[in-house]
T-cell receptor, first 118, second 113 residues
Framework: AAGVIQSPRHLIKEKRETATLKCYPI?????VYWYQQGPGQDPQFLISFYEKMQSDKGSIPDRFSAQQFSDYHSELNMSSLELGDSALYFC?????????????????FGPGTRLTVL | AQSVTQLGSHVSVSEGALVLLRCNYS??????LFWYVQYPNQGLQLLLK??????LVKGINGFEAEFKKSETSFHLTKPSAHMSDAAEYFC???????????FGSGTRLSIRP
């Protein structure tokens, strides 16, 4: 079965540079979530989108922005990178299907993008 | 606000022994509860999920968890540990409707030969 795809898998950037992480949800899933997992930490929710609209917002820095496109893929844009942004960034997708009877409500996670800021 | 507390950041058991990873939740409404597993340098894999359909939830790889409202607990168990079970385990909670998931701090499970 198809899973959540994230690209790139690894990314190395310098301080103050920008980075763009991409997430391709499971086909027909309508909701995308972004999480950040620092070294030795639990994943922290950043932001989510349902049907291309922001649905919830967590502890996402103002330097970060995200959007969901018409094909449901999502991008997380990170600017003015800091050393503390080094982390594993997960994307998850689910089928809320509020207009459907097939909602699963389960979030399926991608393999993550490991961002290293030097 | 919802939260989960995992008791024990590191648990070590012998191969073949019972695995018990503890999780207590705090929620003002019936929550969704999850256990995820993370192998080294890998993503998060859903082990099992509680959605109020049944208090005993069976998951993959022989794991199961029991929802106990009176104890606000959702402990993860496996009767016989295998070396391949060594990983980080996260208990998590969310509201109905699949909003953001709130993770516990994780428990690292080690298996002794």
């Amino acid at each position: 079965a198809a899973g959540v795809i994230q690209s790139p898998r690894h990314l190395i950037k310098e301080k103050r540079e920008t980075a763009t992480l991409k997430c391709y949800p499971i086909p027909r899933h309508d909701t995308v979530y972004w999480y950040q997992q620092g070294p030795g930490q639990d994943p922290q929710f950043l932001i989510s989108f349902y049907e291309k609209m922001q649905s919830d917002k967590g502890s996402i820095p103002d330097r970060f922005s995200a959007q969901q496109f018409s094909d449901y893929h999502s991008e997380l844009n990170m600017s003015s990178l800091e050393l503390g942004d080094s982390a594993l960034y997960f994307c998850a997708s689910s089928l809320l299907g509020l207009a459907s009877t097939t909602s699963t409500d389960t979030q399926y996670f991608g393999p993550g993008t490991r961002l290293t800021v030097l | 606000a919802q939260s989960v507390t995992q008791l024990g950041s590191h648990v070590s058991v012998s191969e073949g022994a019972l695995v018990l990873l503890r999780c207590n939740y705090s929620s003002s409404v019936p929550p969704y509860l999850f256990w995820y597993v993370q192998y080294p340098n890998q993503g998060l894999q859903l082990l099992l999920k509680y959605t109020s359909a049944a208090t005993l939830v069976k998951g993959i790889n022989g794991f199961e968890a029991e929802f106990k409202k009176s104890e606000t607990s959702f402990h993860l168990t496996k009767p016989s540990a295998h070396m391949s079970d060594a990983a980080e385990y996260f208990c998590a909670v969310s509201d109905l409707g699949a909003s953001k998931i709130i993770f516990g701090s994780g428990t690292r499970l080690s298996i002794r030969p």
